[in-house]
């Protein structure tokens, strides 16, 4: 016998309909957004909205070239899948010594030997190739920091020289200054508007 609702089994009815159709669309956006995280790494949502939280240094003459102009490249375009939580291919590359520990196909480069370095392969791989740095769909390396990559190898792929002890002339020198330049004005952006508050980040 079916139960009696007082004359509101249809509207019963309809309400646990809604209730369903409402977990399962919460379940998908859930998987949804689990996936996206892995692709994208955590906090890629909220991350735009929470300005002023990076920590930048601040370059002078005496600041090597890798820091300079070489480490912010990594940061920015592959620390995301390859740190400390996430460490895709085995590769963590927060840290000078981690990233020489390599991943699990070995050195990502060759000191001296750019062809030969497994970092410049991955990131001259067509895009929708599987095996292209960075994947599909995330932040992309420019032509000059591929360039600044390549030639920073090709010299030695050093960690220790200020970038003002390389010829004003060399094609590293020259592209690093340009790289340098760059974030010198990104930091001296101010924008007109206040970033999102805690609060209105915690209602989206």
């Known amino acids: 016998m079916a139960p009696d609702y007082g004359g509101h089994g249809k509207y019963f009815v309809l309400v646990v309909d809604v209730v369903k159709s409402v977990r399962t669309r919460a379940k998908e956006c859930f998987q949804y957004f689990l996936g996206s995280v892995l692709t994208h790494g955590e906090n890629f949502v909220l991350a735009p909205l929470q300005g002023g939280t990076e920590e930048t240094t601040a370059i002078t003459d005496s600041t090597t070239l890798y820091v300079a102009a070489i480490e912010p490249i990594l940061r920015h375009k592959c620390m995301s899948c390859h740190n400390d939580k996430k460490a895709k291919g085995k590769l963590i590359m927060t840290a000078v010594e981690k990233i020489m520990k390599g991943g699990k196909h070995g050195p990502i480069w060759v000191a001296r030997d750019p062809e030969k370095s497994t970092i410049i392969k991955r990131i001259h791989l067509p895009e929708e190739n ?75």
Do not use: C, V
């Open 130 to 204: 599987d095996d292209h740095m960075p994947p599909s769909g995330k932040p992309q390396l420019s032509k000059n920091e591929m360039h600044l990559i390549y030639y920073w190898i090709l010299e030695g792929a050093d960690f220790t020289t200020a970038w003002t002890q390389f010829n004003k002339q060399d094609s590293l020198r020259l592209l690093a200054n340009e790289s340098i330049q760059q974030q010198r004005q990104a930091a001296g952006i101010h924008y007109s508007f206040p970033f999102a508050s805690q609060e209105t980040i915690r209602m989206l």
